[in-house]
């Protein structure tokens, strides 16, 4: 306690020597500078001549902690459609369907449409962004590496401009820069989209970029203070943040624009279509291809930066004077587009801009006139080439043709051949014929098609509309009538497969080099004695600082090769790279990746004593030059990953020829630009200048010498031979789906998935040994009406023999059933229909201080055996006593309500004996207190916090560990019943409220957990909500006169036992809910609980409660017991309640048959951990246990070793580790449960972490975790038998020790006792039946005359 006062002391300290108060939170950043609040921004006012701050206006909002007085736009697919918005609404979830905008700052839901409005007119689209920014020069040093870069971004994506000036009015620096990118049109739109969000948030960027330096320089401050203080000294840093340049920097612009390349010419106001409106839709414009010779200076087309520098100078806009006259300001009838730079020669496209301005190619090129030849010069940094034109040729496309490659035009430009492109293709923008992007289709060579929002294709070059691949059904299973969410389209089966070799090439040279200057300056710092690398790698980190480690491994690098690789260590990169798909099987991961840094190692060691000098020009090649082949074996990949890899594999074969020195050049630019480029000045080091020295060296080295990539498309692979679609299946099938009749009933019915129908059931049987297909299944669906007498088909059950009906209004279902079941026996389908009858229900007309809201006929997932009801809600600040729901018995002549009539009510306030006015009399700083114009709510209550406000209630959350309760005088109001508990529990769980005359303040409380007796069950989770809660006498208390309880079915009344079992005597505030069920949200999926869809409280204060996730993020754990014989781990009927466990993850849709069974490392792992997977085997808890001898001694022995039925399955490396819970009552998928994967714990800890056969995870199963004692009891004519067996955690104990006393007794006449314990027949007693009369025997097992446990048998039984 003292040194913990001491440190905090003297951070005070030093907080304070660095203007901070002792009060103030370090890490807090400073307050905005900023005049208004949210929902408002700085407007001009014509009649004050100044700004003020004012409401935004629709279409804008500004959001609490934005730090701008600025109202932003409302991004692309979000609009505001009131003024003072703090937020904008999602179209998607406003509209529950898939939907956008078509620009940002929407102020009306109106402006939401269908995305195929957008992109059904087109197949790709470039997207342009325009980059502002100011104070700083992104550019100068880095200019390479992006138009290095560019050449190697897939979908034609560049930098065609980076340029750095200087605002003469303010004297910052200003970096421009535009990146162009042309994307496959649903891709294209995302991308727009996510762009267009920074956009309208500029400002808000540049406001919280302002926050860099202010926490780069509290975090340098901070660690010197742990050094200084002596709990990081091993660092040895002296960090000046006065080095560092990070202010200043402004985001001024972040511009987008769309412009989608239309099938055909767009409609007058389609802004997001390239082109302009013809008669002529079809017509091509003219083109033309010139070419230009270099008549000065030297042409590098082999650079990737030289190439697209060339491209952005040729395809340049804004310039005084084009490279020939219509390109220019004045002229701007023709466009030019780079074509290709090679053998000295540049090739250029020039196309027309508008019909009706002809270019004359003749006088702009000037080709036939020796002094007029069009020429103009490119300037490369200092060097200059000029060029001028040489030759020219009209292009294919004006006849709707196209070349077959670029090729075509370069090596035979005169004698060009146009061709048809054909199905599958069309002609971009350079005239060369192009597969269409994923996501589209063409069939006539010339255009391209998309597919449409929610549709995917497997592979580019689709000939065919029938290629593309729905992928979303939601609306259609939504509107349908059979309303199955398991009809919802399964991802396609398909996968294409790729090839790819890469060769990273590495000149050590370079790195070696810089390593030995850094050795030079660590003897300056530190003597030969202060370096010797220890020999068991065990350093003092009291004794030793990094940097000096740092020099010693490099100054001692053949001692950590030593002691890393072993002296003999000398693998080839083939050995290391093909052990990856090869594992040996001694070989860990850490092994792997141990292997590949002794690779780089050995070379650095052997380079250490060898003649570097003139960049190795005295050593072979092979000795300083390390090749790295990588030759991938065919890998499969499904079609969404092939949209994104393809493309992109394929534009990075230019890696080849890409400058990676340039990603060194542009990190010192980046450096010096922040002020990083001294790094011995900004970190305190004597070394740290070496070590960058030595980063920089590594891309310097680097270069790419081989990369090929090929995918294969196999049309087999995604569609069947019928043009379907084929969908990745499970294997469940419902059998019950199948309804059958007559002599079918005895057909042995097999079941399964047709992945050429959607996944759709099939049903076959067997028959002589081949399998016929059994079409016999009854269906109704045909014969339900659409309309019956007084109602409407509401669904068809997925049986295709019952269906539900919804009565029109007025009328209701008799019995409370609408079901409709349908006849198949007979083959007649006769259908007996619900019967509506006219509504007798007395509903009340109305909600005093409320409102009805729905009913019954809205109620998607209603049963159609649920009598009708109304649900209404109360106004702000009122509650219902009595629920929210009315509902009318139809079958008991029409009774309404009966938990009583609807009633919203402010609690009776009147009563001051209620209160505890010391609480509540708002004289606590943190409880409010009411001001002259009515209610007002702190920021902060005791323990907690304001979370939001809406002037008449506010809402408040409790900091970690407390509890938020409900107002307890609102809780003790609602006490007649569990009803009334659940409604005002779910209103009023965290609200905070003034009375009606607004003279008094109401709070909610965070309490104690053990004082607050209950765990806070929250009414909403993420994506979800409670309906209802359960409390303590809806178990414990039957009803009564005073007291009403829930409903709840014999099922869930059973769960809600179990846990209040659990409590044993600690029982929980009958007034708080214990217990909740919970629901998702349409749209997603529950991930579960041991106890289904309930959460609740545990005794010692916390929960267990359900998540609801998209279906792509809902994660399974799968899991198996294996070895369990060789373990003893099963009965003598043959059942497993142990063993090693394998599991699978399966994640979102993912098949589980496609996955691998893995094992799981016992580091970390918990008895709490082992029930968890117990429970998914059926056993309620469970333990963990070493691997028997056996089984080790058999993995020892090798796989083959094992019993077949054991090494079909079985993995070849860990999967899982540091797997534990917190508590005993849990699934693997609960929050309370952690777990890592086998590779990041070797990548984060290294040999700490690594696992061996002996480490597996093994757990017993077992469903009584408590001790307990089971009770035998037999009798023969002489003596009495009390066969007692203990056991705990499915152990067996021996009961012999514990001087157990049992008395024997006959009827109920005692007439012996023993203390005598035999293992296998318990305790015995010796009596004589001869003679006696009775019925029952039975024995009672006492300790310290406490009665803990008896048996009993009887004649009659």
């Given at each position: 306690?003292?040194?913990?006062?001491?440190?905090?002391?003297?951070?005070?300290?030093?907080?304070?020597?660095?203007?901070?108060?002792?009060?103030?939170?370090?890490?807090?950043?400073?307050?905005?500078?900023?005049?208004?609040?949210?929902?408002?921004?700085?407007?001009?006012?014509?009649?004050?001549?100044?700004?003020?701050?004012?409401?935004?206006?629709?279409?804008?909002y500004?959001?609490e902690?934005?730090?701008?007085?600025?109202?932003m736009?409302?991004?692309i697919?979000?609009?505001?459609?009131?003024?003072?918005?703090?937020?904008?609404?999602?179209?998607?979830?406003?509209?529950?369907?898939?939907?956008?905008?078509?620009?940002?700052?929407?102020?009306?839901?109106?402006?939401?449409?269908?995305?195929?409005?957008?992109?059904?007119?087109?197949?790709?689209?470039?997207?342009?962004?325009?980059?502002?920014?100011?104070?700083?020069?992104?550019?100068?040093?880095?200019?390479?590496?992006?138009?290095?870069?560019?050449?190697?971004?897939?979908?034609?994506?560049?930098?065609?401009?980076?340029?750095?000036?200087?605002?003469?009015?303010e004297?910052?620096v200003i970096?421009?820069?535009?990146?162009?990118?042309?994307?496959p049109?649903?891709?294209?739109?995302?991308?727009?989209?996510?762009?267009?969000?920074?956009?309208?948030?500029?400002?808000?960027v540049?406001?919280?970029?302002?926050?860099?330096?202010?926490?780069?320089?509290?975090?340098?401050?901070?660690?010197?203070?742990?050094?200084?203080?002596?709990?990081?000294?091993?660092?040895?840093?002296?960090?000046?943040?006065?080095?560092l340049?990070?202010?200043?920097?402004?985001?001024?612009?972040?511009?987008?624009?769309?412009?989608?390349?239309?099938?055909?010419?767009?409609?007058?106001?389609?802004?997001?279509?390239?082109?302009?409106?013809?008669?002529?839709?079809?017509?091509?414009?003219?083109?033309?291809?010139?070419?230009?010779?270099v008549?000065?200076?030297?042409?590098?087309?082999?650079?990737?930066?030289?190439?697209?520098?060339?491209?952005?100078?040729?395809?340049?806009?804004?310039?005084?004077?084009?490279?020939?006259?219509?390109q220019?300001?004045?002229?701007?009838?023709?466009?030019?587009?780079?074509?290709?730079?090679?053998?000295?020669?540049?090739?250029?496209?020039?196309?027309?801009?508008?019909?009706g301005?002809?270019?004359?190619?003749?006088?702009?090129?000037?080709?036939?006139?020796?002094?007029?030849?069009?020429?103009?010069?490119?300037?490369?940094?200092?060097?200059?080439?000029?060029?001028?034109?040489?030759?020219?040729?009209?292009?294919?496309?004006?006849?709707?043709?196209?070349?077959?490659?670029?090729?075509?035009?370069?090596?035979?430009?005169?004698?060009?051949?146009?061709?048809?492109?054909?199905?599958?293709?069309?002609?971009?923008?350079?005239?060369?014929?192009?597969?269409?992007?994923?996501?589209?289709?063409?069939?006539?060579?010339?255009?391209?098609?998309?597919?449409?929002?929610?549709f995917?294709?497997?592979?580019?070059?689709?000939?065919?509309?029938?290629?593309?691949?729905?992928?979303?059904?939601?609306?259609?299973?939504?509107?349908?009538?059979?309303?199955?969410?398991?009809?919802?389209?399964?991802?396609?089966?398909?996968?294409?497969?790729?090839?790819?070799?890469l060769?990273?090439?590495?000149?050590?040279?370079g790195?070696?080099h810089?390593?030995k200057?850094?050795?030079?300056?660590?003897?300056?710092?530190?003597?030969?004695?202060?370096?010797?690398?220890?020999?068991?790698?065990?350093?003092?980190?009291?004794?030793?600082?990094?940097?000096?480690?740092?020099?010693?491994?490099?100054?001692?690098?053949?001692?950590?090769?030593?002691?890393?690789?072993?002296?003999?260590?000398?693998?080839?990169?083939?050995?290391?790279?093909?052990?990856?798909?090869?594992?040996?099987?001694?070989?860990?991961?850490?092994?792997?990746?141990?292997?590949?840094?002794?690779?780089?190692?050995?070379?650095?060691?052997?380079?250490?004593?060898?003649?570097?000098?003139?960049?190795?020009?005295?050593?072979?090649?092979?000795?300083?030059?390390m090749?790295?082949?990588?030759?991938?074996?065919?890998?499969?990949?499904?079609?969404?990953?092939?949209?994104?890899?393809?493309?992109?594999?394929?534009?990075?074969?230019?890696?080849?020829?890409?400058?990676?020195?340039?990603?060194?050049?542009?990190?010192?630019?980046?450096?010096?630009?922040?002020?990083?480029?001294?790094?011995?000045?900004?970190?305190?080091?004597?070394?740290?200048?070496?070590?960058?020295?030595?980063?920089?060296?590594?891309?310097?080295?680097?270069?790419?010498?081989?990369?090929?990539?090929?995918?294969?498309?196999?049309?087999?692979?995604?569609?069947?031979?019928?043009?379907?679609?084929?969908?990745?299946?499970?294997?469940?099938?419902?059998?019950?789906?199948?309804?059958?009749?007559?002599?079918?009933?005895?057909?042995?019915?097999?079941?399964?998935?047709?992945?050429?129908?959607n996944?759709?059931e099939?049903?076959?049987?067997?028959?002589?040994?081949?399998?016929?297909?059994?079409?016999?299944?009854?269906?109704?669906?045909?014969?339900?009406?659409?309309?019956?007498?007084?109602?409407?088909?509401?669904r068809?059950?997925?049986?295709?023999?019952e269906?539900?009906y919804?009565?029109?209004?007025?009328?209701?279902?008799?019995?409370?059933?609408s079901?409709?079941?349908?006849?198949?026996?007979?083959?007649?389908?006769?259908?007996?229909?619900?019967?509506?009858?006219?509504?007798?229900?007395?509903?009340?007309?109305?909600?005093d201080?409320?409102?009805?809201?729905?009913?019954?006929?809205?109620?998607?997932?209603?049963?159609?055996?649920?009598?009708?009801?109304?649900?209404?809600?109360?106004?702000?600040?009122?509650?219902?006593?009595?629920?929210?729901?009315?509902?009318?018995?139809?079958?008991?002549?029409?009774?309404?309500?009966?938990?009583?009539y609807?009633?919203?009510?402010?609690?009776?306030?009147?009563?001051?004996?209620?209160?505890?006015?010391?609480?509540?009399?708002g004289?606590?700083?943190?409880?409010?207190?009411?001001?002259g114009?009515?209610?007002?709510?702190?920021?902060?209550?005791?323990r907690?916090?304001?979370?939001s406000?809406?002037?008449?209630?506010?809402?408040?959350?409790?900091?970690?560990?407390?509890?938020?309760?409900?107002?307890?005088?609102l809780?003790?109001?609602?006490?007649?019943?569990?009803?009334?508990?659940?409604?005002?529990?779910?209103?009023?769980?965290?609200?905070?409220?003034?009375?009606?005359?607004?003279?008094?303040?109401?709070?909610?409380?965070?309490?104690?957990?053990?004082?607050?007796r209950?765990?806070?069950?929250?009414k909403?989770?993420?994506n979800?909500?409670?309906?209802?809660?359960?409390?303590?006498?809806?178990?414990?208390?039957?009803?009564?006169?005073?007291?009403?309880?829930?409903?709840?079915?014999?099922?869930?009344?059973?769960?809600?036992?179990?846990?209040?079992?659990?409590?044993?005597?600690?029982?929980?505030?009958?007034?708080?809910?214990?217990?909740?069920?919970?629901?998702?949200?349409?749209?997603?999926?529950?991930?579960?609980?041991?106890?289904?869809?309930?959460?609740?409280?545990?005794?010692?204060?916390?929960?267990?409660?359900?998540?609801?996730?998209?279906?792509?993020?809902?994660?399974?754990?799968?899991?198996?017991?294996?070895?369990?014989?060789?373990?003893?781990m099963t009965?003598?009927?043959?059942?497993?309640?142990?063993g090693?466990?394998?599991?699978?993850?399966?994640?979102?849709?993912?098949?589980?048959d496609?996955?691998?069974?893995?094992?799981?490392?016992?580091?970390?792992?918990?008895?709490?951990?082992a029930?968890?997977?117990?429970?998914?085997?059926?056993?309620?808890?469970?333990?963990?246990?070493?691997?028997?001898?056996?089984?080790?001694?058999?993995?020892?022995?090798?796989?083959?070793?094992?019993?077949?039925?054991?090494?079909?399955?079985?993995?070849?490396?860990?999967?899982?580790?540091?797997?534990?819970?917190d508590?005993?009552?849990?699934?693997?998928?609960?929050e309370?449960?952690?777990?890592?994967?086998?590779?990041?714990?070797?990548?984060?800890?290294?040999?700490?972490?690594?696992?061996f056969?002996?480490?597996?995870?093994?757990?017993?199963?077992f469903?009584?975790?408590?001790?307990?004692?089971?009770?035998?009891?037999?009798?023969?004519?002489?003596?009495i038998?009390?066969?007692?067996?203990?056991?705990?955690?499915?152990?067996?104990?021996?009961?012999?020790?514990?001087?157990?006393?049992?008395?024997?007794?006959?009827?109920?006449?005692?007439?012996?006792?023993t203390?005598?314990y035999?293992?296998?027949?318990?305790?015995?007693?010796?009596?004589?039946?001869?003679?006696?009369e009775?019925?029952?025997?039975?024995?009672?097992?006492?300790?310290?005359?406490?009665?803990?446990?008896?048996?009993?048998?009887?004649?009659?039984?």
């Amino acid at each position: 306690m003292i040194k913990l006062a001491t440190v905090l002391l003297l951070l005070a300290t030093v907080l304070t020597a660095l203007g901070q108060s002792e009060d103030d939170d370090y890490w807090s950043p400073p307050d905005p500078e900023t005049e208004c609040g949210p929902g408002e921004g700085l407007q001009y006012s014509a009649m004050l001549l100044t700004t003020k701050c004012d409401d935004c206006p629709i279409g804008q909002y500004n959001f609490e902690g934005s730090r701008v007085d600025e109202c932003m736009s409302c991004p692309i697919g979000q609009f505001s459609s009131t003024t003072g918005s703090t937020f904008c609404y999602s179209c998607e979830e406003v509209l529950d369907r898939p939907s956008t905008t078509r620009r940002s700052g929407s102020t009306s839901v109106d402006e939401c449409v269908d995305p195929d409005e957008i992109i059904s007119n087109f197949a790709q689209a470039t997207v342009t962004i325009d980059i502002t920014v100011a104070g700083k020069d992104f550019c100068t040093g880095i200019e390479d590496l992006l138009m290095g870069m560019s050449n190697v971004i897939p979908w034609d994506g560049h930098f065609s401009q980076c340029s750095v000036t200087e605002d003469t009015a303010e004297n910052p620096v200003i970096t421009e820069m535009t990146l162009e990118v042309t994307l496959p049109a649903k891709f294209a739109w995302y991308f727009y989209s996510a762009v267009n969000f920074v956009d309208v948030h500029t400002q808000v960027v540049s406001a919280y970029a302002e926050l860099g330096s202010f926490y780069a320089e509290r975090m340098m401050r901070y660690v010197n203070f742990l050094v200084d203080m002596g709990e990081l000294t091993w660092l040895g840093l002296d960090m000046d943040p006065k080095m560092l340049k990070l202010d200043g920097i402004e985001l001024r612009g972040f511009e987008a624009s769309f412009k989608g390349h239309c099938k055909y010419a767009p409609r007058d106001d389609d802004y997001l279509c390239s082109g302009e409106p013809d008669e002529d839709k079809d017509a091509f414009p003219n083109n033309y291809y010139a070419v230009f010779s270099v008549t000065e200076g030297k042409l590098d087309c082999s650079s990737n930066a030289g190439r697209i520098k060339l491209r952005n100078r040729i395809e340049e806009k804004d310039q005084s004077t084009g490279i020939i006259p219509c390109q220019s300001r004045n002229e701007e009838t023709c466009e030019l587009r780079f074509v290709e730079c090679k053998e000295g020669n540049v090739y250029i496209q020039v196309t027309q801009l508008r019909k009706g301005d002809e270019i004359n190619i003749d006088m702009e090129m000037g080709v036939n006139d020796a002094e007029g030849k069009a020429s103009w010069t490119f300037q490369d940094g200092e060097s200059t080439v000029k060029f001028e034109a040489s030759d020219m040729r009209k292009g294919c496309n004006i006849q709707k043709k196209g070349m077959n490659n670029i090729d075509d035009l370069t090596n035979a430009f005169k004698g060009l051949d146009c061709i048809s492109c054909g199905a599958g293709s069309f002609i971009n923008d350079l005239g060369v014929c192009q597969k269409c992007p994923f996501g589209s289709w063409g069939d006539d060579g010339v255009h391209c098609n998309s597919c449409g929002w929610q549709f995917a294709t497997p592979f580019w070059g689709m000939p065919d509309e029938g290629k593309c691949i729905q992928t979303n059904n939601w609306e259609e299973v939504r509107d349908s009538i059979y309303q199955d969410w398991e009809s919802k389209l399964p991802r396609s089966a398909g996968n294409n497969f790729f090839e790819l070799a890469l060769t990273p090439t590495m000149n050590m040279c370079g790195p070696v080099h810089a390593k030995k200057d850094l050795d030079g300056k660590c003897l300056t710092k530190f003597t030969e004695e202060e370096l010797i690398w220890p020999e068991d790698m065990n350093f003092n980190l009291e004794e030793w600082t990094l940097e000096q480690i740092i020099c010693s491994g490099s100054k001692q690098v053949s001692s950590v090769f030593g002691q890393l690789c072993r002296p003999d260590w000398d693998k080839t990169w083939e050995e290391v790279f093909s052990a990856l798909f090869e594992p040996d099987e001694t070989d860990g991961i850490q092994q792997l990746v141990m292997d590949g840094v002794c690779f780089v190692l050995k070379r650095v060691n052997d380079l250490e004593v060898a003649d570097t000098s003139d960049d190795c020009a005295y050593l072979e090649k092979d000795l300083y030059e390390m090749n790295m082949p990588v030759d991938l074996p065919s890998l499969g990949i499904d079609m969404g990953v092939s949209e994104i890899l393809v493309p992109l594999f394929s534009e990075m074969e230019n890696l080849v020829t890409m400058n990676f020195g340039s990603f060194a050049d542009a990190g010192m630019a980046m450096m010096e630009s922040m002020g990083m480029d001294d790094m011995n000045a900004l970190v305190g080091w004597d070394t740290a200048n070496n070590l960058r020295d030595i980063g920089m060296s590594v891309p310097r080295a680097f270069r790419m010498s081989r990369f090929t990539f090929a995918a294969e498309y196999d049309e087999e692979q995604f569609f069947c031979k019928d043009g379907q679609a084929k969908r990745s299946c499970d294997s469940y099938c419902d059998d019950d789906s199948c309804r059958r009749s007559g002599e079918d009933i005895g057909i042995d019915l097999q079941c399964e998935r047709d992945e050429c129908n959607n996944c759709a059931e099939r049903f076959f049987y067997y028959e002589g040994g081949r399998e016929v297909e059994f079409e016999r299944c009854a269906s109704c669906v045909d014969d339900f009406d659409e309309e019956i007498d007084n109602a409407v088909l509401k669904r068809v059950f997925r049986n295709n023999v019952e269906a539900q009906y919804v009565c029109n209004d007025g009328w209701v279902p008799e019995d409370c059933n609408s079901r409709a079941k349908c006849d198949y026996s007979s083959g007649q389908n006769n259908i007996e229909y619900p019967n509506c009858i006219r509504d007798q229900c007395d509903w009340p007309k109305s909600v005093d201080m409320g409102e009805f809201y729905t009913d019954w006929r809205n109620d998607d997932e209603m049963s159609p055996e649920m009598c009708p009801y109304k649900i209404f809600q109360c106004y702000e600040g009122y509650y219902s006593e009595n629920g929210d729901r009315v509902e009318c018995d139809v079958r008991d002549n029409f009774q309404v309500g009966k938990i009583k009539y609807p009633e919203c009510k402010w609690f009776d306030f009147d009563d001051e004996s209620n209160f505890d006015e010391d609480k509540y009399d708002g004289d606590d700083d943190n409880q409010g207190e009411v001001d002259g114009d009515g209610c007002y709510f702190p920021d902060l209550i005791d323990r907690g916090e304001k979370i939001s406000d809406s002037g008449s209630y506010a809402e408040y959350s409790c900091y970690k560990p407390y509890v938020m309760t409900p107002n307890r005088m609102l809780m003790m109001g609602a006490s007649s019943s569990s009803g009334q508990l659940s409604n005002t529990y779910s209103t009023y769980y965290n609200i905070a409220f003034c009375s009606d005359d607004r003279s008094q303040m109401y709070f909610p409380e965070c309490m104690e957990p053990e004082e607050a007796r209950h765990c806070g069950l929250p009414k909403y989770i993420w994506n979800g909500k409670a309906v209802p809660f359960m409390f303590l006498r809806d178990v414990l208390k039957e009803e009564t006169e005073d007291y009403e309880r829930q409903y709840f079915d014999d099922a869930t009344m059973a769960t809600m036992k179990e846990v209040v079992d659990g409590y044993d005597s600690q029982l929980p505030d009958e007034m708080m809910p214990f217990m909740a069920q919970y629901f998702c949200d349409e749209g997603y999926k529950m991930m579960k609980t041991m106890r289904g869809d309930m959460g609740w409280c545990r005794k010692d204060g916390s929960m267990e409660i359900p998540r609801c996730v998209r279906s792509y993020e809902h994660v399974e754990i799968m899991f198996r017991l294996v070895n369990s014989k060789e373990m003893k781990m099963t009965n003598k009927a043959g059942n497993v309640f142990g063993g090693v466990v394998q599991a699978k993850e399966v994640i979102g849709g993912q098949n589980p048959d496609e996955l691998e069974w893995e094992y799981g490392c016992n580091d970390g792992f918990n008895d709490n951990a082992a029930g968890a997977i117990c429970r998914t085997q059926g056993f309620q808890h469970g333990a963990q246990v070493p691997v028997s001898k056996k089984v080790q001694l058999l993995k020892a022995a090798g796989m083959m070793a094992l019993p077949k039925s054991i090494t079909d399955d079985m993995p070849s490396s860990f999967g899982w580790t540091n797997f534990a819970c917190d508590h005993d009552d849990t699934l693997a998928t609960s929050e309370s449960c952690k777990a890592s994967r086998y590779g990041d714990a070797i990548a984060d800890k290294g040999v700490k972490a690594m696992c061996f056969s002996f480490d597996r995870m093994a757990v017993k199963c077992f469903n009584d975790g408590d001790f307990g004692i089971e009770v035998d009891v037999s009798f023969s004519k002489k003596k009495i038998i009390c066969n007692a067996q203990g056991s705990k955690q499915g152990s067996a104990i021996d009961l012999g020790p514990l001087n157990l006393q049992v008395k024997f007794l006959v009827d109920d006449e005692m007439v012996a006792d023993t203390s005598v314990y035999k293992k296998k027949k318990g305790y015995i007693a010796k009596y004589n039946f001869r003679k006696r009369e009775f019925n029952c025997v039975r024995c009672i097992i006492h300790t310290d005359g406490v009665a803990i446990a008896e048996g009993k048998t009887c004649k009659d039984e």
